[in-house]
C-alpha cells in the first residue's frame, strides 16, 4: 500500500508541475523499482496509476536521476509527514518545518542541457 500511496503523490505533483511551468519535471527517486516502472513498457504492480503518470509525461520532458537514499532525506520525511498527517499538501513559497534543517543537505545538482 505504500508504494501505491507513494505513485498517487508522485501523480499528484507531476500534475500540478505541469500545470504551473514549462519546464522539463524532474522526478528524483531512491527506489529503482518505481523508476523503471514510469520508464518502462512492461506490465507492473499498481499498472493503472503507472499508466496515469505515462499519460501526463507524454507530452513533457521527463528527468528520472536515481538518487541514493541519504540524499532523499527530504522525500522520506515528506513521505512520513503525509502518512503520519494523512494529508497531501502544496507548498509554493515555503516548504513545512520537518524538512528545514535537510535542505541543505538533500540539495541535490543537476545539470541541463
Known amino acids: 500500500m505504500h508504494r501505491e500511496a507513494e505513485l498517487h503523490a508522485t501523480m499528484q505533483g507531476m500534475s500540478l508541475a505541469l500545470q504551473h511551468s514549462n519546464l522539463p519535471v ?3 527517486s531512491d527506489s529503482s523499482e518505481a523508476l523503471s516502472s514510469l520508464r518502462g513498457d512492461g ?7 503507472v499508466a496515469e503518470i505515462k499519460e501526463l509525461m507524454k507530452d513533457k520532458e521527463f528527468i528520472s536521476p536515481k538518487l ?10 515528506l513521505a512520513n509527514y503525509s502518512r503520519l498527517e494523512c494529508t497531501t499538501a502544496v507548498w509554493l513559497d515555503l516548504g513545512p518545518p520537518c524538512i528545514e534543517d535537510l535542505l541543505s543537505l538533500d540539495c541535490n545538482s543537476l545539470i541541463m542541457k
Open 43 to 49: 506490465l507492473v504492480p499498481r499498472g493503472h496509476v
Open 68 to 77: 541514493t537514499r541519504d540524499q532523499n532525506r527530504i522525500g522520506d520525511s
Open 26 to 28: 524532474i522526478v528524483q
